[in-house]
């Protein structure tokens, strides 16, 4: 067997392992503490693991920790920053960190026996960013491990569903587009497979592999419908620094028409919550996303959320569906025309 031969056995050996660079999909992931029942590891339900537990998982309570302990947590965990959060306490009652602690289990503890209590629910941001774009939630994906910031790319096909990972880790809507762009810079990058994207998150995925020319571009939708049957329908939210309700009235038809084109859904079914003028978003009905339009920006208010149908782009009359306005037998390419 050749050298080389040899060499490309190892590399194929391991889907995270290259001649010369290996990445430990679970270099991050701490063995005593863990966020469950969340979107990703970055999220959820806090639970310990310690000898005086022996060994088995349990929940922490409400208030267990402050500012500088859930600071602590997430950087264990390999995630960013906490998005803090009303169940933290200003003092922390179990653990009492500095803040510069490794891990949470090195933080002074007071030890209390077990009890009912509402769960500590925490959120950390992801190590992830989209960069360059209109806002926090279109441009160029770039990903942090072991506290360097390189842009994302990949071998392999990359497509709406992988970009669906991308989006769905910066909390933002649907993807819109995406796509591989080649330029002339070569720049060092940490390098991901599209099915694990698929299967996991972008943080779980990345290995280094040298310098590259190209860049992964996601425009994720800034606005979305929730609480609905399916993506097509729901109470109406705009991503702006966090997500939040509109009001009845909003819209015109319009503005309903970009809206459920920008979701990859079809023609609004109206409703009497549209508003004949559209009090907050004035759209000519040409705009790519609902955010392109112009917009009179009101204070926060209380009032009845607008609630919107699209149509679905998906019937059952033998398996056809809908791509860009056509109907077509599902087993067909949406990429032929």
């Known amino acids: ?11 194929s050996a391991s889907s995270f392992t290259v001649v010369g660079n290996t990445f430990n999909k679970n270099e991050n992931t701490s063995d005593s503490v863990r966020l469950v029942g969340g979107r990703s590891l970055c999220s959820g339900s806090l639970q310990i693991q310690d000898q005086s ?10 208030g267990a920790l402050d500012r500088r302990g859930a600071e602590v947590l997430c950087r264990e965990l390999g995630c960013g920053a906490p998005l803090l959060q009303g169940a933290l306490s200003p003092l922390g009652q179990t653990f009492h960190c500095e803040g510069n602690e490794s891990k949470l ?28 774009g209109a806002s926090r939630c279109e441009g160029t994906v770039e990903a942090e491990l072991r506290g360097e910031w390189r842009r994302v790319v990949t071998y ?32 060092k990058a940490w390098v991901v497979r ?11 995925c990345p290995y280094d592999d040298g310098s590259y020319n190209s860049r992964l571009q996601v425009i994720c939708s800034d606005v979305r419908l929730v609480g609905g049957r399916s993506l097509c329908s729901g109470s109406l939210q705009i991503q702006d620094q966090s997500w939040a309700g509109v009001c009845e009235g909003a ?7 970009v809206l459920c084109r920008e979701l990859g859904c079809g023609a609004p079914l109206l409703q009497g919550a549209l508003s004949p003028l559209g009090q907050t978003f004035h759209c000519e009905g040409n705009e790519s996303k609902l955010m392109d339009c112009n917009r ?35 087993s067909e390419e949406s990429g032929d025309e």
């Open 53 to 62: 537990l022996a060994q088995s998982w349990a929940g922490v309570c409400e």
């Open 156 to 187: 392999d096909r990359w497509d709406l569903e992988a970009a669906a990972a991308v989006c769905r880790g910066l909390d933002c809507g649907s993807p819109v587009s995406t796509e591989k762009i080649y330029g002339s810079d070569w720049n």
């Open 194 to 204: 599209p099915d694990c994207v698929k299967k996991s998150s972008v943080r779980d």
């Open 105 to 132: 289990m090195d933080c002074n503890r007071t030890r209390t026996g077990p009890e009912t209590c509402p769960t500590l629910n925490l959120t950390c941001k992801e190590p992830l960013r989209l960069v360059g």
């Open 296 to 330: 009179t920006r009101t204070g926060p208010e209380t009032c009845p959320t607008l609630y919107l149908s699209c149509k679905e782009p998906l019937r059952l009359v033998g398996g056809p569906v809908a791509v860009r306005g056509r109907w077509r037998r599902s």
């Open 251 to 257: 819209l015109d038809r319009r503005g309903a028409e």
């Open 1 to 11: 067997m050749s050298a080389l031969l040899f060499l490309l056995l190892i590399g």
